[in-house]
C-alpha cells in the first residue's frame, strides 16, 4: 500500500511539475505546509460542536495543527498577487479515495490571509483518478478558463467538481460553502 501511495504522489508531482505547479518549485517544505495549515481552518474539519467563528481559538491551535498534517498540497502557482492551491485529503469512504479543493488567495507582505476563495470541490475519487483531474481543473482554474463543462450538471456521468453546483456556492465574504434558499 505505501509503495503504491508513493508511485502516486510521484506521479503527481511529476504532472503537476511539467506544468509548473509542483508546490515545491514555488515554496520549501516548512512554506508548503505553512500555507496548508494557512488555510486549514477553513477547508480542514473543525471540532464537534463549535461555531464558524471558534474555529479561530487558539483552544483549538493543536487540532489544527492534525488537520494540516491530514492534507497533502497537491499542485501550488504564484502569479503577481494570487496564489493558487489544489489540496486534497482522505475521503471518508469503503475504499482508499481522496477529495481536492482548489481554490485562490492573496497575502499581505506578512503572509497574513486577504482574500481567500475555494474555487472548486472535487467528488471522492481513487487517488490516481484525483491526480488526473484535480490537476486538469487547477489548471483551468490558473488559465482564468470555466470550469463549467466539469460541473456534475454538465459532466453527468463522469465526476470531477461537486461544487459549487446549482445549490451551493462559495461566499467569498463569509469564506465558507453555502447553499442557496430554495426558491417556493
Known amino acids: 500500500m505505501k509503495s503504491t501511495s508513493a508511485v502516486l504522489c510521484l506521479g503527481l508531482l511529476m504532472t503537476a511539475c511539467t506544468k509548473g505547479y509542483g508546490p515545491e518549485e514555488h515554496l520549501s517544505a516548512s512554506e508548503q505546509y ?3 495549515y494557512l488555510v486549514i481552518r477553513y477547508l480542514g474539519r473543525a471540532p464537534e460542536n463549535i461555531t464558524f467563528e ?3 481559538y487558539s ?3 493543536k487540532h489544527y495543527q492534525e488537520q494540516a498534517s491530514l492534507h497533502r498540497l497537491d499542485a501550488y502557482f504564484i502569479d503577481g498577487d494570487t496564489h493558487y492551491f489544489l489540496i486534497s ?3 471518508p469512504s469503503l475504499t482508499d479515495k481522496r477529495v481536492a479543493t482548489g481554490g485562490q488567495m492573496k497575502l499581505d507582505g506578512s503572509g497574513k490571509l ?3 476563495e475555494e474555487v472548486f470541490r472535487t467528488w471522492k475519487m481513487e487517488d490516481k ?3 488526473k483531474k484535480g490537476v486538469m481543473l487547477f489548471d483551468l482554474m490558473v488559465k482564468g478558463k470555466s470550469l463549467e463543462p466539469y460541473l456534475t450538471k454538465n459532466s453527468w456521468p463522469e465526476e470531477y467538481i461537486e461544487f459549487p453546483d446549482d445549490r451551493t456556492y462559495f461566499d467569498v465574504t463569509a469564506r465558507a460553502w453555502k447553499v442557496k ?3 417556493f
Open 34 to 36: 505553512d500555507r496548508v
Open 54 to 56: 471558534e474555529r479561530f
Open 59 to 61: 483552544a483549538y491551535d
Open 89 to 91: 485529503r482522505r475521503a
Open 114 to 116: 486577504l482574500e481567500y
Open 129 to 131: 483518478d484525483l491526480v
Open 181 to 183: 434558499p430554495a426558491d
